[in-house]
C-alpha cells in the first residue's frame, strides 16, 4: 500500500510539474517583448526552483542537477549579471522542453534517472552562458572551495602547498570578525511585530489568523529554518488573504509587491540562512503586521466590550476605569456598577468566545484537500448519470399510463410531484459532473505562443501572436483531440495566410502579421475562431488548382461559388502550397482538421477575404461524454426519429406552404429557399409513408442548414441522452444523416437525424 501511494504522490508531483511547466512557455514569449521585466523572470524562476526542490524528494536526481542549472542561469538574469536576448530565451525554452521530456520518462520508469547525450551537451551549452563573475566577488571564494574539493578528491595533500594553508589561516581570521558582525547586526534586529498576546484587527474584520502565520514565518527566519511545504502553503494563503484586505493600503503596497516576490524562497534554506534575504523579509513582515491594530487578547478592552454589549455599563464607564489602571472586573465591582453575578457571567460569555476563536483559528489553518479521479471513473459516473435520465423518461412513460387507467387524481399529482423533483436533482447532477470533467482552455492555448513563434522564425515572418477568452471551459478528452486541428489551422495561417515583412510592405500593410487565437463558450457549445489579417484565399487560385489536379471537371467547376471554391480546401490531398516546406505543402490538407472535429462532433467555418485575411471558426459540444440535448421526437412512415432542437427553426404545416419548382422540392421561407427532403424516404427509398396526403404533413425547418425535413407528425418535445454507435454498431456509423441514438422511456431505440449531413447529401 506505501509503495502504491508514493506511486501516486510521483504522478501527482508529475502532472502538477507538466502544469507549470507548460504555464511559462508563453512568459518566455512575453519576456522576448520585455526582456527587463524582472516579474516576468521571477514568474519564470518560481516553477523551476519549485521543480528543483520537489525533484529531489521522489530521487529523480537528474531533474534536480538538470532544473538546477536552468535556476542558476534564471538567477542570473534576475541580478543583471546576464542580458535576456533571443538566445537565452531559445536555451531556457529548450531546457523547458527537456524537462518536460524528463518527466515523461519519470512517468514510465522512476529509476531512469541518468543523462541522455543531448541533455548533457545542451548543460554545457548552459555553462558556456552564465556570467563571467569579476575577481575578488563572492564567487571566488565558491570556486576556491570546489578546486580544493578537487583537489582532496584526486589524492593531493593541500597542505604540502605554501600558498593554501596562508590563505586558510586568513580565511579563518575574516570569519572570526565577520561572526562578529553578523552577531552585532543580529542584534540590532528590531523584534518580531507579533504577539501572540494580541488580536490584530482591519477595521471590524479580524485578520488574527493571517497574522499568525506571519509570526510564524518570522519565527522560522530569526532561527534560520526554512518552512516546510505545508507551512510554506498556508503562509501564501494568509499573503494573499492579507493583500487582498490591504489592496486600496499605498502605504503598505511597495512592502506587499517586495513581500510577494521573496516569499516563494521562504522554504529554501539556502536563501533564509542568507542574512540580506533573512533581514529584508523580517522587516518587510514586520512591516505589514504593522499595518493591522493590534489589541490585546482576553484584557480589559475584550471584558468591556461585553458588559457594554450587555448594557450592564456605558463607554464613558469603561473609559473612567481605563484611567485607573486596574481590571476592569475589580474596579467595576468596587464602584458598585455591576453585581458579582454579572461579572461572572460576562467572563463566562468571554471564555467562550475565546474557545469559539481559537477553534476558528485552528479551522483557518486547514488547507483545501483535493483528490485526483481517473478519468475512466468519471466517464462511467457520467455513463450511469445518462442511465437514470432514460429511467426518468421511463417514469413520465409510466405516469401517462397511470393516465389512461383512471388512477387517482391526487396519487397521479404526487407521481408527478415526485418526477419534477428527480428531474431538477439529476439537472444539478448531471451540470457539477460536466464541470468537473471541464478543464480551462488555458492549458491547451499556452503551448501555442512557442509553436507560432518556432514556425514565425522559420518562415522568417514577423508576427504579433493574441490569445484571448483563455479561461473558456470545456471537457478535457475533447480539449486533446482538437490540438492537432489548432495547430493545423496556426501553421497554415503563418504559412499561406501572413505574408512576409517585404510583401506585407509592398501591400501598404504594417510589416508585423496579427494573429489570433480566441475562445468563447455558451450553455451547450465551445467556439474557437483563428483570424490573421494575411492575404486571404484567392477563389480564382483555388480553381486553378482544383483544374490542375483535376479534382473537379471544368462544367462542375463553372458552376461553383466564390465560397464553394474556398471550401475545396478541406477535399482530401487538396493543398495550394506553391512549395513544400517544413510546415506545410505535402498535400495533406484541411481534411485532417475535419477528421479530427469528427471525432468531438465539431463543426468548422471558414471566412476568407483575398487581400485582407482569414478566419477559421471552430464550434465544438462542451462534453461528449454525457451528451443531453433538447430534441423534437418525430414520425415518419413506421419510424420514429429525434431531430435536436438547436437545428430547428420552426415548425410549419404544409397545407399553407407553396411548394416551388416542378418536382415541388423546394419551399420558400424567410427570404430563403429551403430543400425539402422527406425524413423516412430519405433513410428508406422504399418505405411507403402512414400518411399519403402531402397536405397533412408537417414541415420541421432548419434554415441555418438550408433544408426542411418533412415528417408525418410531432410526438414530443423533450430532454433525451445522445450515445454514439460503440464498436459493435460500426455498419451504423456509416449511415449517412445519422448522429446517433437514444432511449425512450417505453424501452424503444430512435435514431438521432443529423440535419447538416441530410442537408450536405444529393
Same mark, same amino acid.
Given at each position: 500500500?506505501?509503495?502504491?501511494?508514493?506511486?501516486?504522490?510521483?504522478?501527482?508531483?508529475?502532472?502538477?510539474?507538466?502544469?507549470?511547466?507548460?504555464?511559462?512557455?508563453?512568459?518566455?514569449?512575453?519576456?522576448?517583448?520585455?526582456?527587463?521585466?524582472?516579474?516576468?523572470?521571477?514568474?519564470?524562476?518560481?516553477?523551476?526552483?519549485?521543480?528543483?526542490?520537489?525533484?529531489?524528494?521522489?530521487?529523480?536526481?537528474?531533474?534536480?542537477?538538470?532544473?538546477?542549472?536552468?535556476?542558476?542561469?534564471?538567477?542570473?538574469?534576475?541580478?543583471?549579471?546576464?542580458?535576456?536576448?533571443?538566445?537565452?530565451?531559445?536555451?531556457?525554452?529548450?531546457?523547458?522542453?527537456?524537462?518536460?521530456?524528463?518527466?515523461?520518462?519519470?512517468?514510465?520508469?522512476?529509476?531512469?534517472?541518468?543523462?541522455?547525450?543531448?541533455?548533457?551537451?545542451?548543460?554545457?551549452?548552459?555553462?558556456?552562458?552564465?556570467?563571467?563573475?569579476?575577481?575578488?566577488?563572492?564567487?571566488? #571564494?565558491?570556486? @576556491?572551495?570546489?578546486?580544493?574539493?578537487?583537489?582532496?578528491?584526486?589524492?593531493?595533500?593541500?597542505?604540502?602547498?605554501?600558498?593554501?594553508?596562508?590563505?586558510?589561516?586568513?580565511?579563518?581570521?575574516?570569519?572570526?570578525?565577520?561572526?562578529?558582525?553578523?552577531?552585532?547586526?543580529?542584534?540590532?534586529?528590531?523584534?518580531?511585530?507579533?504577539?501572540?498576546?494580541?488580536?490584530?484587527?482591519?477595521?471590524?474584520?479580524? @485578520?488574527?489568523?493571517?497574522?499568525?502565520?506571519?509570526?510564524?514565518?518570522?519565527?522560522?527566519?530569526?532561527?534560520?529554518?526554512?518552512?516546510?511545504?505545508?507551512?510554506?502553503?498556508?503562509? *501564501?494563503?494568509?499573503?494573499?488573504?492579507?493583500?487582498?484586505?490591504?489592496?486600496?493600503?499605498?502605504?503598505?503596497?511597495?512592502?506587499?509587491?517586495?513581500?510577494?516576490?521573496?516569499?516563494?524562497?521562504?522554504?529554501?534554506?539556502?536563501?533564509?540562512?542568507?542574512?540580506?534575504?533573512?533581514?529584508?523579509?523580517?522587516?518587510?513582515?514586520?512591516? #505589514?503586521?504593522?499595518?493591522?491594530?493590534?489589541?490585546?487578547?482576553?484584557?480589559?478592552?475584550?471584558?468591556?466590550?461585553?458588559?457594554?454589549?450587555?448594557?450592564?455599563?456605558?463607554?464613558?464607564?469603561?473609559?473612567?476605569?481605563?484611567?485607573?489602571?486596574?481590571?476592569?472586573?475589580?474596579?467595576?465591582?468596587?464602584?458598585?456598577?455591576?453585581?458579582?453575578?454579572?461579572?461572572?457571567?460576562?467572563?463566562?460569555?468571554?471564555?467562550?468566545?475565546?474557545?469559539?476563536?481559537?477553534?476558528?483559528?485552528?479551522?483557518?489553518?486547514?488547507?483545501?484537500?483535493?483528490?485526483?479521479?481517473?478519468?475512466?471513473?468519471?466517464?462511467?459516473?457520467?455513463?450511469?448519470?445518462?442511465?437514470?435520465?432514460?429511467?426518468?423518461?421511463?417514469?413520465?412513460?409510466?405516469?401517462?399510463?397511470?393516465?389512461?387507467?383512471? #388512477?387517482?387524481?391526487?396519487?397521479?399529482?404526487?407521481?408527478?410531484?415526485?418526477?419534477?423533483?428527480?428531474?431538477?436533482?439529476?439537472?444539478?447532477?448531471?451540470?457539477?459532473?460536466?464541470?468537473?470533467?471541464?478543464?480551462?482552455?488555458?492549458?491547451?492555448?499556452?503551448?501555442?505562443?512557442?509553436? #507560432?513563434?518556432?514556425?514565425?522564425?522559420?518562415?522568417?515572418?514577423?508576427?504579433?501572436?493574441?490569445?484571448?477568452?483563455?479561461?473558456?471551459?470545456?471537457?478535457?478528452?475533447?480539449?486533446?483531440?482538437?490540438?492537432?486541428?489548432?495547430?493545423?489551422?496556426?501553421?497554415?495561417?503563418?504559412?499561406?495566410?501572413?505574408?512576409?515583412?517585404?510583401?506585407?510592405?509592398?501591400?501598404?500593410?504594417?510589416?508585423?502579421?496579427?494573429? !489570433?487565437?480566441?475562445?468563447?463558450?455558451?450553455?451547450?457549445?465551445?467556439?474557437?475562431?483563428?483570424?490573421?489579417?494575411?492575404?486571404?484565399?484567392?477563389?480564382?487560385?483555388?480553381?486553378?488548382?482544383?483544374?490542375?489536379?483535376? @479534382?473537379?471537371?471544368?462544367?462542375?467547376? *463553372?458552376?461553383?461559388?466564390?465560397?464553394?471554391?474556398?471550401?475545396?480546401?478541406?477535399?482530401?490531398?487538396?493543398?495550394?502550397?506553391?512549395?513544400?516546406?517544413?510546415?506545410?505543402?505535402?498535400?495533406?490538407?484541411?481534411?485532417?482538421?475535419?477528421?479530427?472535429?469528427?471525432?468531438?462532433?465539431?463543426?468548422?467555418?471558414?471566412?476568407?477575404?483575398?487581400?485582407?485575411?482569414?478566419?477559421?471558426?471552430?464550434?465544438?459540444?462542451?462534453?461528449?461524454?454525457?451528451? !443531453?440535448?433538447?430534441?423534437?421526437?418525430?414520425?415518419?412512415?413506421?419510424?420514429?426519429?429525434?431531430?435536436?432542437?438547436?437545428?430547428?427553426?420552426?415548425?410549419?404545416? !404544409?397545407?399553407?406552404?407553396?411548394?416551388?419548382?416542378?418536382?415541388?422540392?423546394?419551399?420558400?421561407?424567410?427570404?430563403?429557399?429551403?430543400?425539402?427532403?422527406?425524413?423516412?424516404?430519405?433513410?428508406?427509398?422504399?418505405?411507403?409513408?402512414?400518411?399519403?396526403?402531402?397536405?397533412?404533413?408537417?414541415?420541421?425547418?432548419?434554415?441555418?442548414?438550408?433544408?426542411?425535413?418533412?415528417?408525418?407528425?410531432?410526438?414530443?418535445?423533450?430532454?433525451?441522452?445522445?450515445?454514439?454507435?460503440?464498436?459493435?454498431?460500426?455498419?451504423?456509423?456509416?449511415?449517412?444523416?445519422?448522429?446517433?441514438?437514444?432511449?425512450?422511456?417505453?424501452?424503444?431505440?430512435?435514431?438521432?437525424?443529423?440535419?447538416?449531413?441530410?442537408?450536405?447529401?444529393?
Amino acid at each position: 500500500m506505501a509503495e502504491e501511494n508514493d506511486l501516486d504522490a510521483l504522478r501527482g508531483f508529475i502532472d502538477e510539474s507538466n502544469d507549470s511547466l507548460q504555464g511559462i512557455e508563453a512568459d518566455f514569449i512575453a519576456l522576448e517583448n520585455e526582456p527587463g521585466n524582472i516579474d516576468i523572470i521571477n514568474k519564470i524562476f518560481r516553477p523551476v526552483h519549485s521543480l528543483k526542490g520537489n525533484s529531489g524528494f521522489f530521487g529523480l536526481t537528474n531533474i534536480n542537477k538538470f532544473s538546477h542549472r536552468l535556476e542558476n542561469l534564471l538567477d542570473a538574469c534576475r541580478k543583471n549579471q546576464i542580458a535576456v536576448n533571443r538566445e537565452i530565451i531559445d536555451i531556457l525554452l529548450s531546457g523547458v522542453e527537456y524537462l518536460q521530456s524528463m518527466l515523461d520518462r519519470a512517468q514510465e520508469n522512476p529509476q531512469d534517472v541518468a543523462f541522455r547525450p543531448d541533455e548533457k551537451e545542451f548543460l554545457a551549452r548552459v555553462e558556456a552562458v552564465q556570467p563571467t563573475v569579476a575577481t575578488g566577488s563572492l564567487q571566488s #571564494v565558491i570556486t @576556491f572551495e570546489g578546486l580544493l574539493n578537487s583537489l582532496i578528491d584526486l589524492g593531493e595533500n593541500i597542505h604540502r602547498h605554501s600558498l593554501i594553508p596562508g590563505l586558510l589561516d586568513q580565511i579563518e581570521k575574516a570569519n572570526i570578525e565577520l561572526k562578529k558582525l553578523v552577531a552585532a547586526k543580529c542584534d540590532q534586529e528590531i523584534a518580531s511585530a507579533y504577539s501572540t498576546e494580541c488580536s490584530y484587527l482591519l477595521g471590524k474584520e479580524d @485578520f488574527s489568523v493571517q497574522i499568525g502565520q506571519f509570526g510564524m514565518a518570522i519565527q522560522a527566519l530569526q532561527e534560520k529554518r526554512a518552512l516546510s511545504q505545508e507551512q510554506l502553503l498556508s503562509f *501564501a494563503k494568509a499573503y494573499d488573504e492579507v493583500a487582498a484586505a490591504l489592496s486600496g493600503n499605498k502605504k503598505i503596497a511597495k512592502e506587499l509587491e517586495e513581500l510577494e516576490s521573496m516569499r516563494n524562497f521562504l522554504d529554501d534554506a539556502l536563501m533564509v540562512a542568507s542574512d540580506e534575504y533573512n533581514g529584508i523579509c523580517r522587516k518587510l513582515l514586520n512591516a #505589514v503586521i504593522g499595518a493591522f491594530e493590534a489589541k490585546p487578547r482576553g484584557g480589559s478592552a475584550r471584558l468591556g466590550e461585553i458588559l457594554v454589549e450587555q448594557k450592564l455599563v456605558s463607554e464613558d464607564q469603561i473609559a473612567s476605569v481605563l484611567e485607573k489602571q486596574k481590571k476592569i472586573g475589580e474596579l467595576l465591582l468596587e464602584q458598585g456598577t455591576i453585581q458579582e453575578t454579572d461579572l461572572k457571567k460576562a467572563l463566562e460569555i468571554q471564555n467562550k468566545r475565546a474557545l469559539e476563536a481559537h477553534l476558528k483559528e485552528g479551522k483557518g489553518l486547514e488547507q483545501a484537500k483535493t483528490i485526483r479521479i481517473d478519468q475512466a471513473k468519471l466517464d462511467t459516473f457520467a455513463n450511469s448519470v445518462g442511465g437514470l435520465y432514460i429511467n426518468l423518461d421511463s417514469l413520465n412513460f409510466l405516469k401517462k399510463q397511470l393516465e389512461s387507467h383512471n #388512477v387517482d387524481f391526487n396519487l397521479i399529482a404526487r407521481f408527478d410531484s415526485t418526477i419534477h423533483s428527480l428531474d431538477e436533482q439529476l439537472e444539478e447532477l448531471h451540470t457539477n459532473i460536466m464541470r468537473i470533467r471541464r478543464v480551462p482552455v488555458k492549458s491547451l492555448f499556452q503551448r501555442f505562443p512557442k509553436v #507560432v513563434r518556432q514556425l514565425a522564425n522559420s518562415l522568417e515572418k514577423n508576427v504579433k501572436f493574441t490569445i484571448e477568452g483563455e479561461e473558456t471551459v470545456i471537457d478535457k478528452d475533447l480539449l486533446e483531440k482538437i490540438e492537432n486541428p489548432l495547430v493545423h489551422i496556426l501553421r497554415n495561417s503563418l504559412d499561406h495566410g501572413i505574408e512576409t515583412p517585404s510583401t506585407r510592405r509592398k501591400a501598404g500593410k504594417p510589416e508585423q502579421g496579427n494573429l !489570433t487565437l480566441a475562445a468563447r463558450a455558451d450553455e451547450n457549445n465551445v467556439y474557437i475562431t483563428i483570424a490573421d489579417d494575411g492575404k486571404g484565399i484567392d477563389p480564382a487560385k483555388m480553381k486553378e488548382v482544383a483544374r490542375r489536379k483535376s @479534382f473537379l471537371s471544368e462544367e462542375e467547376l *463553372a458552376l461553383l461559388s466564390d465560397r464553394d471554391l474556398i471550401n475545396l480546401i478541406f477535399r482530401p490531398g487538396f493543398s495550394s502550397a506553391e512549395k513544400i516546406s517544413d510546415v506545410s505543402g505535402r498535400g495533406v490538407g484541411m481534411d485532417v482538421v475535419l477528421s479530427g472535429l469528427k471525432e468531438c462532433n465539431g463543426r468548422i467555418q471558414l471566412d476568407s477575404v483575398s487581400g485582407q485575411g482569414t478566419t477559421v471558426s471552430f464550434t465544438i459540444p462542451l462534453t461528449k461524454t454525457l451528451v !443531453t440535448m433538447d430534441a423534437m421526437i418525430v414520425k415518419g412512415g413506421s419510424e420514429t426519429y429525434a431531430i435536436p432542437s438547436d437545428d430547428i427553426t420552426t415548425v410549419l404545416e !404544409t397545407e399553407n406552404i407553396i411548394p416551388l419548382l416542378a418536382k415541388s422540392n423546394c419551399i420558400a421561407y424567410d427570404d430563403a429557399i429551403l430543400r425539402l427532403v422527406e425524413l423516412n424516404t430519405f433513410f428508406y427509398p422504399s418505405a411507403s409513408s402512414t400518411i399519403t396526403e402531402v397536405a397533412q404533413k408537417v414541415i420541421v425547418v432548419c434554415k441555418e442548414h438550408g433544408v426542411g425535413l418533412m415528417v408525418d407528425n410531432i410526438l414530443s418535445h423533450q430532454k433525451i441522452v445522445a450515445k454514439g454507435f460503440g464498436e459493435g454498431y460500426k455498419k451504423l456509423r456509416q449511415v449517412e444523416g445519422i448522429s446517433g441514438y437514444t432511449i425512450m422511456g417505453n424501452e424503444d431505440v430512435i435514431l438521432i437525424a443529423d440535419v447538416k449531413k441530410i442537408a450536405e447529401s444529393d
